[in-house]
């Protein structure tokens, strides 16, 4: 780190704002999302129809199946999906 | 409260499945993975979002395949970075001025002013509650005198000795890694 006088400290704590507070909390709800998660995929293995309908719209086939399309399930699945 | 472990031993936490270790590495390089979007690659906020998510999924997925739990600063730096070149090359094929901003974001002087950036905030966090809680109001949350009075219960005519102090405070701190040589990702 290059020498600092106040002002240098000062930007470089202004240049870290926090992220959004739900983001946060959405990515910290990741391992309670696993369980879930693990149904889901478990189930898009064994059920085609239920799979087909993911792959086409995610977020609209979790909530008709009683899921909550929360954006840290969302985001692992799509990760999930894309690595297959 | 923030947590005390090394990156290294915070990773290994959420190895073995400790929820409170992932809350905490999440609540570590959030502001980190952030800055990357937004700042460093100007990211608009739903794509800052789809990243930030992204990220922190990928990384919980991948943890165990990462070689040196210690690096894991170095890694989500630069999963955020490739992740948001994907969103704006993505952008870059629908409009053409996309291109131009490709080639402007990322910049590597953004990206070390924000690993500087956040060195302070670990350095910051091993500060005194009242030090952190202020330096932090001010300049990272950017609230008023009176707001950071009103919620520190202080009189507003402290509150500007009380930064000037805490960031002698600070830098004091900051020297004094340097000089016993302490890597800034190790706690």
């Known amino acids: ?84 | 409260m923030a947590s005390t472990l090394s990156d290294g031993e915070l990773v290994a936490r959420c190895r073995s499945g400790d929820q409170q270790a992932w809350a905490d590495l999440v609540e570590r390089f959030s502001r980190y993975v952030y800055a990357i979007s937004v700042q460093a690659f100007r990211l608009s906020e739903a794509d800052a979002e789809d990243v930030f998510q992204e990220v922190f999924a990928r990384a919980y997925e991948h943890l165990d395949g990462l070689r040196d739990d210690a690096a894991v600063r170095p890694w989500l730096g630069q999963l955020t970075r490739r992740l948001c070149i994907d969103r704006l090359r993505s952008a870059a094929r629908e409009r053409p001025a996309g291109e131009e901003e490709l080639e402007r974001a990322g910049s590597d002087e953004t990206m070390t002013m924000l690993e500087e950036a956040l060195t302070v905030h670990e350095a910051l966090a091993e500060t005194p509650e009242h030090c952190r809680e202020i330096l932090d109001r001010f300049f990272a949350r950017d609230e008023s005198y009176r707001t950071i009075g009103d919620a520190l219960e202080l009189p507003a005519g402290t509150i500007a000795s009380r930064i000037s102090r805490c960031l002698a405070r600070l830098r004091e701190l900051l020297e004094g890694r340097t000089e016993t040589g302490r890597p800034s990702s190790s706690r």
């Open chain 1, 1 to 84: 780190m290059t020498a600092l006088d106040e002002e240098r400290l000062a930007r470089l704590i202004r240049a870290l704002p926090p992220a959004p507070e739900a983001w946060v909390r959405a990515a910290q709800a990741l391992p309670l999302a696993r369980v879930e998660l693990d149904q889901i995929v478990a189930r898009a293995e064994a059920d085609a129809e239920f799979r087909a309908r993911l792959v086409a719209d995610l977020e609209a086939a979790l909530a008709a199946d009683g899921y909550e399309p929360t954006p840290a399930l969302v985001h692992i699945l799509r990760v999930r999906f894309k690595s297959k």
